[in-house]
Nanobody, 125 residues
């Protein structure tokens, strides 16, 4: 599985961004995988931001982004999205997409088997 994240950039506080992650899954359908977004800042551990089950029917969010971020997927396009609204300076990080085939939305990075390369989001105050 290969994942390619994009959509990051430099924005001001209160602005919005939509991150995208396109997957190449070989012989297996994209819909086989649960998908998640993590973020990381220098010197800190990678942090779970949002996740979505393979069918798209269940999602999970980090408390600090609930109501501002929305994760969604389009299995026909092999793409997962993270719509980020009302961005805050503390949202500044490198954002990564990840995939696994577990039966639940894992929130620990160690439980994900595949990772994209990351896209930088910088929110200025």
């Amino acid at each position: 599985v290969q994942l390619q994240a994009s959509g990051g950039g430099l924005v001001q506080a209160g602005d919005s961004l939509r991150l995208s992650c396109v997957g190449s899954t070989g012989a297996y359908s994209f819909s086989t995988y649960n998908l998640a977004w993590f973020r990381q800042t220098p010197g800190k551990e990678r942090e779970f931001v949002a996740g979505i089950m393979r069918s798209g029917g269940s999602t999970s969010y980090l408390d600090s982004v609930k109501g501002r971020f929305t994760v969604s997927r389009d299995n026909a396009k092999n793409t997962v999205y993270l719509q980020c609204m009302s961005l805050k300076p503390e949202d500044t990080a490198v954002y990564y997409c990840a995939a696994n085939s577990r039966s639940y939305i894992a929130t620990r990075g160690i439980h994900y088997d595949y990772w994209g390369q990351g896209t930088q989001v910088t929110v200025s105050s």
